[in-house]
């Protein structure tokens, strides 16, 4: 079982940056064994993904529209991921969720994640 509870979101205006937290509770296995995700929502859209890491953190995956603006970390010592935003813009406004996946590579695909926090809301005012 995972528990996963975001943090860092926030109003932040355009050109500005964010660091979203996502810590992790796990019981049965370590929290190297899951790959981790963030995802976001904005209202009326569907869900979209936006990075991913794998179990160990060598190997990370994005969307094109936050590559390059984006980071993905993970910190296993303290079952932590990670997503720094810069250069945010008015459309990164949304909930962000982050996923964990009980496979040890990312995918970007919301149905490979098994378990799902409550989500952060970012505001990026123009």
């Known amino acids: 079982q995972v528990q996963l509870v975001e943090s860092g979101g926030g109003l932040v205006q355009a050109g500005g940056s964010l660091r979203l937290s996502c810590a992790a509770s796990?019981?049965?296995?370590?929290?190297?064994?899951?790959?981790m995700g963030w995802f976001r929502q904005a209202p009326g859209k569907e869900r979209e993904f936006i990075a991913g890491?794998?179990?160990?953190?060598?190997?990370?995956n994005y969307a094109g529209s936050v590559k390059g603006r984006f980071t993905i970390s993970r910190d296993n010592t303290k079952n932590t991921v990670y997503l720094q935003m810069n250069s945010l813009k008015p459309e990164d406004t949304a909930v962000y969720y982050c996923?964990?996946?009980?496979?040890?590579?990312?995918?970007?695909?919301?149905?490979?994640?098994?378990?799902w926090g409550q989500g952060t809301q970012v505001t990026v005012s123009s």
């Open positions: 996923a964990a996946d009980r496979s040890y590579y990312t995918s970007s695909e919301g149905s490979e994640y098994d378990y």
């Open positions: 796990v019981s049965g296995r370590p929290f190297i064994t899951y790959a």
């Open positions: 890491i794998s179990g160990g953190g060598h190997s990370t």
